[in-house]
């Protein structure tokens, strides 16, 4: 019983240290209801292929998938989800690059915090390609061309999209609405909208 409220104690820690570092929510859900769905990872290079496939280790063809997803998945039993909120009008301007930059910087602290509290083999999620994020001024991402350390591993971290996670069922188990205005022609430059991660803790 102590143990497990210990445990809860710390979970609930991580949380307010994501909130701390920018994030408007973060939640704690059972790793259970994670849903990965092998037709989203697809999406990476499918009939519209991202442009920033290929391009750095942490998107496809270079990160594990859902396959490898699921084995770390059956091993953990909490996750914690954050998000970031900002208007539909800086989420399709120059601007999104810094809050896509945050979202990296705040998972990948607690990631790191998980595993100084124990969780030793927790990883961490976010979005959008790092190589935009944090190497766009380099020719290559040096992972995958030379097989050389990340420029930014203190901060970049797996796109959620090359594991096929579903990010609406994500924030629906946080308890948070997955509304978001999903084209720069909105007519509601001021709605609010939203970007996510996960730590999977294990
Ligand atoms: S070196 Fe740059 S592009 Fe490559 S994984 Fe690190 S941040 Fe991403």
């Not at 999104?96 to 999620?125: C, D, N, W």
């Not at 190497?135 to 970049?156: G, L, M, S, T, Y």
Request: with cysteine; proline share 3%.
């Amino acid at each position: 019983m102590a143990n497990k409220l210990r445990s809860k104690q710390q979970l609930e820690q991580l949380t307010q240290k994501a909130k701390r570092l920018g994030a408007n929510a973060s939640a704690i859900i059972s790793s259970k209801e994670i849903q990965v769905k092998d037709k989203l990872a697809a999406l990476c290079n499918g009939e519209y292929a991202c442009p920033n496939y290929g391009l750095a280790a942490s998107c496809p063809p270079n990160v594990e998938g859902p396959i490898e997803f699921r084995k770390w998945q059956a091993k953990s039993e909490y996750s914690i989800t954050v998000k970031i909120e900002l208007l539909t009008s800086v989420m399709f301007s120059n601007e999104q690059k810094g809050v896509m930059q945050l979202l990296h910087q705040i998972v990948a602290a607690i990631e790191q915090k998980a595993i100084e509290i124990g969780f030793k083999k927790s990883k961490a999620f976010a979005g959008g390609s790092c190589k935009k994020l944090f190497c766009d001024d380099q020719e290559k991402c040096c992972v995958v061309a030379e097989n050389k350390p990340c420029r930014h591993i203190k901060f970049a971290r797996p796109s959620m999209s090359g594991f096929g996670i579903d990010v609406t069922q994500l924030m629906k188990s946080s308890g948070w609405s997955c509304q978001k205005a999903d084209n720069a022609n909105s007519s509601e430059k001021d709605a609010i909208s939203w970007v996510a991660g996960l730590i999977m803790l294990a």
